[in-house]
């Protein structure tokens, strides 16, 4: 979780030059678009990319392959071994569904993951207001106090919490999950979406004030729908960070593992065979994979939010 | 099915709820005399996040600050013992030292790749960037566990008699090597680099894209001026857009450092810290649940608190001056 | 002003550190054992694969039977998950501990049901010794073996071995010296020997050195050595090392060479010994190599006519000590009916009867269990080396701390192996790391 357990960190501040990524299109390029780059720099590039990709590759390659394939010859030697290839095989998907039950892990990483990514977002979406838009003592303190919990590592809460939800019962369930993750998650929440809506024109507000709108109406009506954006931002990071969890998963989850610790479970046991290990893998990387890549604009804004300014 | 059935019951229930509560609080205040309406309705709003931060970051962190003066049961006081028993012992020493060299070689070889990729792929033809960039960009969506089953058979043994079935050894063997199991050899830490480049490699995409934006975010006309006057690409580079991203920079390695503070997953996945190869983060779960040692466990997170410090401290400052310069 | 809140906020934090500090746990960290009357049982264990799937099998038929609904729960690292578990007030109902230190510890905080009123004396008193002891603290009984493994065996490719000169198994740990001597003057290794398994590699090791303690000294020298009585680093474990330095890590003798050890899966270490040619004769590994994922699939099919197994010799040939593992059942909902009655079916002489016993992933842990059910003359002999051995000592790094068992001890024995240091300094160094 390393990956975007750092992001959810970011106080995301880039210079002031470089105000949106949208902006390159506007800006004259610094070299013609339609221009071929020089050759050597293409050849870096794809031999960066390939070592980005290879290892991916490998894994899915192997997932295709049985088990003394697997153990007994490197995943490469389908493509210069034919017969290699033609052993290429769907059962590890099969049987990784019927031994790890990895169907029902994929139910619980969407249980855990909907409510953590979508009630966050309302709460934190009020005290953005707050920070923003309304004037009260303590406003400053308060909000270096959550900039520098942004800093603090979840694992800080971890026993006080287990013994909180063992009074209460609740250790095992889902909702003691994405409870959890709500709570760690609130801090960024609230710094990226706060520093998007104080970016809002001060104008809208006042006018609206002056139109006889409350606070309330005005959030509902106006701030709300305007920063669809950064909630957009906020939700995908947060569902990818809570979906790629494994600290929080090991130890509220209980028997309703979701599926990073189905997977770890698989990687426990390669004695048991490779190859389900690589069918699990792959499934699991097949939600986050889409998620990103339909919504890689939010994604992306969403890094760099901290520098989106009025 | 019925889990997502009651998952998606309790974000309705949770998003209804918590709109009520809302709006329950805001017709509360409206009950109030104007001036004392808004004097206390910002904290109203605030209410729910605070509420969600002070139970579960901040009561937790005072409560494990208590924790760490306690014994492994944590039902009685033994001072400081706890951090002076780990100090003293050797295996916290290496743990020590490992995490140690987390923080300095990770956040600047991302750096480093990040600034890397982001110059060069500046130079492509629109389309060819965005490939690029997604292609590097994507690790960081799979996370961790599903990066530690992919570098499994990156990394992955056979003795010299069996075929090899991991990429590196593949490659090394071929070469005319004898295979080498890379995660076991805790010589000049080899296995803890080999640790790192996986978090390099979910993370190099993240720096990317950060330090593109600043790349392109630096002025044409002070580049063109640059090369009128005759600077070579390595001079401007380093002379003139270093510099003008140098916040952007300083940022992605705050980040980058955070993030390996935290690192868990990756060495819980690959080595359970085993062959020297433990940091801070995973002690602390195995001292928690395999040794049974809460008053241990508590005290490396306080320690870990502890060295994160500066860092905060840091990214408050960071923050005001950005707020000043509103 | 600022410094004023700051103040405020300080005298607040230190307020509430106060009042939590008051606040420690009173002892144990957690109840464990949801005392529920549910049906509806969870039982959580570490083993997988085959071993899983014969056990869900056996289980459910029964459960079936007494309209019992069982929630398995499988986990790999199940020391940690069942403490998680614990500390969380989260206890599954039956637990099928792998080792026994992280169930006494457990029992010892009355968190596990005595089972004396649960499962018969009859049925305990079938059970083989060794392993029935392991779920004893001070002498009462909290934990019942349901399954059991073998670890003082030693595999050999039939034919090719008798070939090489194994023509009757060694009596004496001398002439197991003496026939690794003779298949070594041919020029090919006689053992083959692998430790890596993840990130446990090093415990297939600390099977070695228990093996040959119990062989050479006995199980109460052993049992002493597990408890700590004696030092880890007492002379005679020097012994054993440079024992196993005679028959394993001088040139020539393990397949691959001394450095390679280390890299060698354990669940696949033997398989050279099936090659044409084979490159080396004996494995001592416990019976779960014979299984999925150990042996290539065409041995496993024609086990009986492939492999011969064993029992690693004693110091005479009147010795026969064993060294094993299991898993034991221990309850934690203490008054759940369903759960007594599953951890009494476990401990019964049908379990197993049924299916478990022929998919050849199960050895019962009764002496009375008609060995014909096993689906092959291999599994059943390797069966009687445990029904019949003079003293089964449970493994000990199961035992030790976690520290040590699945720490120190397979760490230092890599680095022994792999010759990053000798034998003396990773003795000291285990010694050293046994938590006070």
Not at chain 3, 241 to 265: E, K, M, P, V, Y
Not at chain 3, 405 to 427: H, N, P, V, Y
Request: with cysteine; aromatic share 10%.
């Amino acid at each position: 979780m390393s990956g975007t357990q750092a992001v959810t960190a970011t106080p995301v501040q880039l210079p002031k030059q470089s105000t949106a990524i949208g902006s390159r299109l506007s800006r004259k390029r610094k070299h013609d678009p339609t221009a071929k780059s020089p050759l050597w720099v293409r050849i870096v590039l794809a031999l960066i990319c390939a070592a980005w990709v290879i290892p991916t590759v490998g894994l899915a390659v192997t997932s295709f392959r049985t088990q003394d394939d697997a153990t007994g010859s490197g995943w490469w030697t389908v493509f210069t071994t034919p017969a290699n290839f033609t052993r290429l095989t769907f059962e590890n998907y099969s049987e990784v569904f019927s031994r790890a039950d990895m169907g029902g892990a994929f139910i619980n990483s969407l249980a855990i993951t909907i409510p953590a990514t979508v009630i966050p977002i309302l709460i934190a979406a009020f005290a953005g207001y707050a920070f923003s838009f309304m004037q009260f003592p303590g406003r400053d303190l308060l909000l270096i106090l959550i900039v520098g919990l942004l800093v603090v590592p979840s694992q800080v809460a971890l026993v006080p919490l287990l013994k909180i939800y063992g009074t209460l019962g609740i250790n095992g369930t889902l909702p003691a999950v994405w409870l959890t993750h709500i709570g760690f998650g609130m801090p960024l929440a609230v710094y990226i979406i706060r520093n998007y809506m104080s970016t809002l024109p001060k104008e809208i507000i006042e006018s609206a004030k002056i139109d006889g709108a409350s606070h309330f109406q005005t959030f509902w009506r106006l701030i709300l729908p305007m920063s669809t954006p950064v909630l957009a931002s906020f939700a995908i990071f947060q569902f990818l960070w809570v979906w790629n969890d494994l600290l929080n998963a090991l130890v509220f989850a209980g028997q309703n593992a979701p599926l990073t610790v189905s997977l770890v479970r698989l990687l426990g046991q390669q004695g048991q065979g490779w190859q389900l290990l690589t069918a699990g893998g792959l499934f699991t990387m097949i939600v986050p994979i889409i998620v990103f890549l339909s919504l890689q604009r939010y994604f992306v804004r969403g890094l760099t939010a901290g520098s989106v300014k009025g | 099915m019925i889990k997502v059935l009651n998952a998606l019951i309790a974000v309705l229930g949770g998003v209804a709820g918590a709109i009520v509560v809302y709006y329950l609080l805001n017709k509360l205040a409206e009950l109030l005399p104007g001036r004392w309406e808004d004097r206390i309705k910002p904290y109203l709003y605030l209410l729910p996040a605070l509420a969600a931060i002070g139970l579960y970051l901040i009561y937790p962190t005072i409560q494990t600050f208590v924790y760490s003066f306690a014994n492994a049961q944590g039902t009685a006081f033994v001072g400081f013992s706890n951090f002076t028993d780990l100090l003293a012992s050797k295996n916290f020493q290496n743990t020590l030292f490992n995490t140690l060299l987390w923080i300095l070689v990770a956040p600047a070889g991302t750096i480093v790749i990040g600034l890397l990729i982001a110059t060069l792929a500046d130079r492509l033809r629109p389309g060819g960037e965005k490939l690029a960039k997604t292609l590097i960009f994507l690790p960081l969506a799979i996370g961790a566990v599903s990066a530690g089953a992919v570098w499994k058979f990156v990394y992955a043994t056979n003795p010299p008699t069996q075929n090899q079935i991991g990429l590196l050894n593949g490659i090394w063997t071929g070469l005319g090597g004898d295979p080498v199991n890379w995660l076991q050899i805790s010589t000049f830490r080899l296995n803890s680099f080999m640790l790192m480049v996986i978090l390099l490699w979910i993370q190099a995409g993240f720096a990317m894209v950060l330090l593109s934006a600043a790349i392109k975010g630096v002025p044409t006309e002070t580049l063109e001026a640059a090369r009128l006057d005759g600077a070579g690409e390595g001079a401007i580079f380093f002379r003139i857009v270093i510099p003008q991203i140098r916040t952007t920079l300083i940022t992605v390695f705050i980040t980058v450092l955070i993030g390996v503070l935290k690192t868990f997953d990756i060495v819980y996945v690959m080595t359970n810290g085993n062959f020297n190869t433990n940091i801070i983060a995973v002690d602390f779960f195995n001292q928690l649940f395999t040794n049974n040692n809460f008053g241990y466990a508590a005290a490396i997170v306080v320690m870990l608190l502890i060295v994160m410090i500066p860092v905060l401290v840091f990214q408050v400052r960071q923050f005001r001056a950005e707020e000043a310069a509103r | 002003m600022r410094i004023r809140s700051t103040l405020t906020a300080s005298a607040t934090l230190g307020a509430v550190a106060v009042l939590t500090a008051g606040c420690l746990s009173d002892g144990g960290g957690g109840g464990g054992g949801n005392d529920n009357t549910s049906t509806t049982i969870e039982v959580m264990y570490a083993f997988a694969g085959g071993q899983e799937a014969g056990f869900k099998d056996e289980v459910n038929a029964w459960a079936k039977d007494n309209d019992i609904k069982i929630d398995f729960v499988q986990t790999g690292n199940f020391n940690q998950l069942i403490n998680t578990r614990v500390q969380g007030n989260d206890a599954p109902d039956v637990a099928l501990f792998p080792q026994p230190g992280i169930m006494k510890d457990l029992a010892s905080r009355d968190l596990l049901a005595d089972l004396s009123g649960v499962v018969d004396q009859g049925d305990l008193d079938k059970m083989v010794q060794g392993v029935l002891e392991t779920g004893q603290v001070e002498g009462t009984q909290y934990a019942v073996p349901m399954s059991i493994n073998v670890k003082s065996i030693v595999f050999y490719p039939k034919a090719a071995a008798e070939a090489a000169g194994l023509t009757q198994p060694p009596q004496t740990l001398d002439e197991l010296m003496a026939l690794t001597d003779k298949i070594a003057a041919t020029g090919t290794t006689p053992w083959c020997f692998g430790i890596e398994s993840e990130a446990a590699t090093g415990w297939p090791a600390t099977d070695w050195v228990e093996n040959l303690m119990v062989s050479n000294y006995g199980a109460d020298v052993y049992n002493q050595w597990v408890n700590h009585d004696i030092p880890f680093n007492d002379p005679r474990v020097l012994d054993v090392l440079n024992q196993i330095d005679q028959l394993l890590l001088a040139d020539g003798r393990t397949n691959g060479g001394r450095q390679s050890i280390a890299s060698n899966n354990f669940n696949t270490a033997a398989n050279p010994m099936f090659d044409p040619t084979p490159g080396c004769y004996m494995y001592r590994q416990g019976n779960f190599v014979a299984q999925e994922g150990g042996f290539p699939e065409e041995v496993r099919a024609n086990l009986d006519e492939t492999v011969g197994v064993f029992p690693m010799p004693g110091k005479t040939a009147e010795e026969k000590p064993v060294l094993g593992g299991g898993d034991l059942a221990g309850i934690f909902s203490k008054n759940n009916k369903s759960a007594q009655k599953l951890v009494q079916f476990l401990a019964s002489a049908d379990f197993g009867a049924q299916s478990y016993g022929a998919t050849g992933n199960w050895i019962s842990p009764r002496t009375d269990f008609d060995v014909s059910l096993y689906p092959n003359q291999t599994e059943a002999s390797i069966a009687k080396i445990a029904y019949e051995s003079t003293a089964f000592v449970f493994d000990g790094s199961d035992q030790m701390p976690g520290e040590v068992g699945s720490g120190s001890f397979w760490r230092d024995m890599t680095a022994w192996i792999s010759g990053q240091e000798d034998a003396k300094t990773a003795l000291d160094n285990i010694e050293s790391s046994w938590p006070s």
